[in-house]
């Protein structure tokens, strides 16, 4: 159910990441149906005033990611290619049908809290101006609106902000690398100006002007084949140095 406070507004909505605008978007008339994963993205409009913000709410299925583009086709929409890779979608289905791993898939899924990014699909893809098409850009002009949520399967309180999101990092950013990592930027022309949020519990700072979304940069599986995959190295030798008394960066781990 979606509502606006301001009588005689409406309410447009979308489910292809896009930000609804007065124009485009469907226009809301009762409670939308969530039979499977999907996305909503709404706003509310009204002639004389200004439009609201874009709210955003993800709804995740496990059984439906198991099986979302099981041959590794692009769903539609999505690019078959970018920079020198080649692009797998979807979930190995050798995996999900094994008779050893299927049991597994849910808890596992379940076990990482999921950080959830939307955004349009041309600001990541486009051959121009798109920032995973082009990830050696850097600044300001390469910076993209988009909404990060949190969920946790835990039923704790996560978030959900609109940010700027960015390419982070050196070896990230090489077009050979299928998997680039990112940033996140919070700033007032996206809603807020801050992300107030304990994303490291008690001991670690709950006010962020950015995060990084960190990825396999060197030593990584998914690049190069590397068999020194850091994996889990990095951030241990983190929480090692943090338990011994010294500064460090914490971290955790995610779905995204």
């Known amino acids: 159910v979606i509502t606006c406070a301001t009588e005689g507004a409406t309410i447009r909505y979308t489910t292809n990441g896009a930000p609804p605008t007065v124009s485009s978007g ?15 993205r709404a706003a509310a409009f009204k002639t004389g005033f200004q439009a609201s913000g874009v709210d955003t709410q993800t709804y995740l299925f496990p059984a439906d990611i198991f099986k979302q583009s099981p041959t590794g086709q ?12 080649v692009v797998n979608y979807g979930m190995d289905p050798d995996v999900v049908n094994s ?25 990541l893809f486009d051959p121009f101006t798109g920032i995973y098409a082009n990830p050696g850009n850097d600044g300001r002009d390469w910076e993209r609106p988009a909404s990060i949520e949190l969920i946790n399967p835990n039923g704790l309180d996560g978030f959900q902000v609109n940010c700027g999101v ?3 990092g050196g070896f990230s950013r090489s077009t050979d690398n299928p998997k680039h990592a990112l940033r996140l930027f919070f700033r007032e022309e996206y809603g807020v100006p801050k992300l107030r949020y304990p994303l490291f519990g008690d001991e670690g700072a709950d006010t962020f002007d950015n995060i990084d979304l960190r990825t396999f940069q ?39």
């Open 99 to 123: 008779a050893t791993y299927k049991n597994e898939l849910d808890p596992a899924l379940k076990s990482l809290p999921s950080f959830v990014l939307v955004t349009d699909l041309k600001n």
């Open 26 to 40: 469907l226009i809301y008339a009762g409670p939308i149906p969530i039979a499977g994963t999907k996305v909503i």
């Open 74 to 85: 692009a769903p539609p929409g999505w690019p078959t290619s970018w920079g020198n890779n």
């Open 218 to 256: 060197n030593y990584s599986w998914s690049f190069q084949g590397d068999g020194r995959g850091v994996f889990f190295r990095d951030q241990f030798s983190r929480d090692t140095q943090l338990e011994l008394g010294h500064q460090a960066e914490r971290g955790n781990f995610y779905h995204l």
């Open 166 to 168: 960015r390419i982070r």
